[in-house]
């Protein structure tokens, strides 16, 4: 039984920092992104990490933002910096993905979310 569950979100303040985790069970995944969505918009890929360990970032998150693993504890992470009001949403890790890694389509494994505020 496949299992992601983000943690980590909550409210920050605009130019602050939050880092968000996701804990993977029953499959060990070797590419995880982030997703995104906010109240009337669709849901974008945030950031992704690849079986090679290279890092895509969706543009307006570019350096600001960072995406790791921890094959360990089979964990992925996302510290996100300079924080703006643009940033609030519903996040979300997925796994799973067979196709491009910015289209929700093409994953089969998603966490339950974690909202973040920004004010």
């Known amino acids: 039984h496949v299992q992601l569950v983000e943690s980590g979100g909550g409210s920050a303040l605009a130019g602050g920092s939050v880092r968000l985790s996701c804990a993977a069970s029953g499959y060990i995944f070797n590419t995880y992104s982030w997703f995104r969505q906010a109240p009337g918009k669709q849901r974008e890929g945030v950031a992704h990490i690849d079986s090679y360990g290279r890092l895509t970032y969706t543009d307006s998150v570019k350096g600001r933002f960072a995406i790791s693993k921890d094959d360990a504890e089979n964990t992925l992470n996302l510290q996100m910096n300079s924080l703006t009001a643009e940033d609030t949403a519903m996040y979300y890790c997925?796994?799973?993905?067979?196709?491009?890694?910015?289209?929700?389509?093409?994953?089969?494994?998603w966490g339950q979310g974690t909202q973040v505020t920004v004010s």
């Open positions: 997925a796994a799973g993905k067979y196709g491009t890694w910015a289209r929700p389509c093409d994953y089969t494994y």
